[in-house]
């Protein structure tokens, strides 16, 4: 039986290090390497069940809670990835609104924008080797990028065509 206790702090930390909801590689190492609460698939299977549900695509970690340790887990999950740092969030945004005009506030942002595609390209390497396991699946992850990256097409309908394709497909 999963400590829920233990639970909440293990989530409570990966919400206050996610940066912008990203932070799969983080979350794979937390849950599925060192606890092994849940395994690499049901962490890609989440991921994608945040990416489609209106949102915060971090809602996955609901998910993980409740595969973890049923419903008790998926609040304590919740709760601890969004409590503490909605806390830390509102504090921030009256300091950030009291001090936007100071030079290292504009420093500090500058800063975070490097950080933050570091974040964003761990995450994608990490659902890419749980996901992507065969040619096919690779063609297919291409040609989602490619509409993604140059269209106007829904994410939604292109994770749902995908999913679509790739059950056809056997993927």
Do not use: K
Request: net charge neutral; glycine share 14%.
């Amino acid at each position: 039986m999963t400590d829920l206790g233990e639970m909440f702090l293990a989530f409570a930390r990966l919400g206050l290090i996610s940066f912008g909801g990203t932070n799969v590689a983080e979350i794979e190492r937390a849950l599925v390497l060192e606890r092994g609460w849940i395994d690499a698939q049901t962490l890609a299977n989440g991921f994608a069940l945040g990416q489609l549900m209106p949102g915060p695509n971090m809602l996955a970690v609901t998910h993980y809670g409740y595969a973890a340790a049923g419903l008790g887990g998926a609040l304590v999950a919740t709760l601890g990835f969004y409590g503490p740092t909605a806390l830390v969030s509102a504090g921030a945004a009256l300091a950030w609104q009291r001090h936007s005009a100071h030079p290292w506030v504009i420093a500090f942002r500058n800063a975070l924008l490097p950080f933050g595609g570091g974040v964003v390209l761990a995450g994608a390497l990490v659902l890419g080797q749980t996901s992507v396991t065969s040619w096919g699946a690779a063609g297919l992850a291409a040609l989602a990028f490619l509409l993604l990256w140059r269209t106007r097409v829904n994410s939604a309908v292109v994770v749902l065509g995908a999913a679509v394709l790739g059950a056809l497909l056997g993927l």
